[in-house]
């Protein structure tokens, strides 16, 4: 079963912000100059800032802010956000693989910007909606 | 970089404890665009079987982040940090964490790997309340890239 694909948008404003509250200050993800000094091709989102939104996609089709219960990603190309207003959009889709006898379902999620996976292996375990 | 493999096992000391606020779990569920009630509103998360507000499933980051830093600082282990890449992330929850949790973080090596002259350290941090009820683990796997 492939549940309903989600959109994100993501800008320079989101990821300042992501900083602040998460505490992760590393300028790759601010600071042009650093990111290209580090052989990037410009500022990139924070991982877990990816691993976020999809951990909310994954919350919203399980129907309750705590339903998961296992949640593991591989990070495999960084999301880079251009300095405009546009900034550039994570696409999250996914299938059911497993829904097991004690109430949980298995999920594999996709994650793609600019036509490139960003994330692999993504999977996610819920509990199934109370 | 090659990392030194005898370093798996090792435990680092626990975290002095985190006071887990509500308002910074709704500036964390706001800086990701979760508009859940259960994350903003104590009643919503109470209507949940939560005491308070319900914190989104990759916040305990903001404590293991921190938590791990003492292994990326140890100088014995002399990892590069301005080489680290994520590599891999994982939470496994025995329950959310909610405001007003007092959280403490113990972090173990599970594993150093050195591979095409990249180096790869998991780290696992288990997270628990001061009173010893566990809450989440998380693992991170980080790759120290190697020079050139």
């Known amino acids: 079963m492939e549940l309903p694909a989600r959109t994100f948008r993501v800008t320079r404003a989101d990821l300042i912000r992501y900083a602040g509250a998460s505490g992760d200050f590393n300028p790759i993800h601010w600071s042009d100059r650093t990111a290209t000094k580090v052989g990037l091709p410009g500022v990139i989102a924070h991982g877990m800032f990816t691993m976020a939104l999809v951990g909310r996609a994954v919350a919203e089709w399980a129907g309750a802010p705590d339903a998961i219960v296992d949640y593991n990603v591989r990070f495999t190309r960084p999301v880079v956000v251009p300095d405009d207003d546009e900034g550039t959009e994570i696409e999250v889709t996914a299938k059911v693989r497993e829904v097991t006898e004690d109430g949980l379902t298995r999920l594999d999620v996709t994650a793609v910007c600019g036509g490139e996976k960003v994330l692999s292996q993504a999977r996610a375990t819920v509990r199934t909606a109370r | ?148």
């Open chain 2, 1 to 148: 970089m090659s990392l030194d493999p005898s370093f798996v096992g090792r435990t680092y000391p626990p975290t002095a404890p985190y006071q887990v606020g509500r308002e910074k779990i709704r500036e964390f569920a706001s800086a990701i665009g979760a508009a859940d009630p259960a994350h903003h509103d104590p009643a919503a998360a109470r209507a949940l079987g939560h005491q308070d507000v319900v914190a989104p499933p990759t916040f305990p980051i903001v404590l293991t982040l921190a938590a791990s830093q003492q292994i990326i600082d140890d100088p014995d282990l002399g990892v590069d940090y301005s080489r680290v890449v994520h590599g891999d992330q994982r939470f496994a929850y025995t329950r959310p964490v909610v405001a007003g949790d007092e959280l403490v973080c113990v972090s173990v090596i599970d594993d150093v790997s050195s591979r095409g002259g990249h180096g790869f350290l998991t780290t696992r941090t288990e997270v628990a309340t001061a009173a010893g009820e566990p809450v989440v683990t998380v693992w991170s796997k980080l790759v120290v890239r190697g020079e050139g």
